[in-house]
């Protein structure tokens, strides 16, 4: 059964710093990752997804990879800002379904 | 504007009482899914839809029933709620095409309350 897990699932960072977000998955036979900001009491925003067959993608200041063999995903985040305060989520689609699996997430606070 | 749009987004209710979430997608999107949230679990699936009168279980189906018999559409039915459906709940909506580019919509969230 497919599993999925963020650490950490909190951080602090400086505004400015460069940071990196993890998520490790247990079953490479997978079809896409996405990964999603949620904001308090809001719903979630698509960020970036990689097909299976992909490596990374871009947007913006934002960049994730995705290592199928070793079953993981990072989305870096350059030049960080008090804005991209949030919860970050990644969700696995197992190859073959519509079945998504979800981590638990990474809470990101970045400090003025 | 494209999206997915949830009602309510608050209820309360109490045990035993049939409720309806609705759910609706602008997008022409097939594929359509509900989610419950809770603390430490994360997102959990539980029905989602190929398409018009296409439904499957999720991880977590126990409780709920769904129908899809129009394509913008997908309620999520508690026939009889208990107090363990507490929960906040999304609903989703993406493409079904095979291009693995199929990005999921999220609505606002129903934020749901059985006493």
């Known amino acids: 059964k497919q599993e999925v897990t963020q650490i950490p699932a909190a951080l602090s960072v400086p505004e400015g710093e460069n940071l990196v977000l993890n998520c490790s998955f247990t079953?490479?036979?997978?079809?896409?990752l996405q990964w999603f900001r949620q904001d308090p009491g809001k719903g979630l925003t698509s960020l970036l997804l990689?097909?299976?067959?992909?490596r990374e993608q871009t947007s913006g200041r934002l960049n994730a990879s995705l290592d199928k063999s070793s079953g993981r995903s990072t989305l870096y985040i350059a030049a960080s800002q008090p804005g991209d305060s949030a919860t970050y989520l990644c969700a696995v689609r197992g190859s073959g379904t519509y079945k998504y699996i979800f981590g638990t997430g990474t809470r990101l606070k970045v400090l003025a | 504007e494209a999206q997915v749009t949830q009602n309510p987004r608050y209820l309360i209710t109490v045990t035993g009482k049939k409720l309806t979430v609705t759910c609706s997608q602008n997008?022409?999107?097939?594929?359509m899914s509900w989610y419950r949230q809770d603390p430490g679990l994360g997102l959990r699936q539980i029905y989602y839809?190929?398409?018009?009168?296409?439904?499957d279980k999720g991880d977590v189906p126990e409780g709920y029933k769904v129908s899809r018999k129009e394509k913008r559409n997908f309620p999520l039915i508690l026939e009889s709620p208990s107090p363990n459906q507490t929960s906040l709940y999304f609903c989703?909506?993406?493409?079904?095409?095979?291009?693995?580019?199929?990005?999921?919509?999220f609505g606002a969230g129903s934020r749901l309350t059985v006493l």
């Open positions: 839809s190929m398409n018009v009168e296409v439904t």
């Open positions: 997008m022409n999107h097939e594929y």
């Open positions: 989703a909506s993406s493409l079904a095409g095979a291009s693995g580019a199929n990005v999921l919509t």
């Open positions: 990689i097909q299976s067959s992909q």
């Open positions: 079953d490479s036979a997978i079809y896409n």
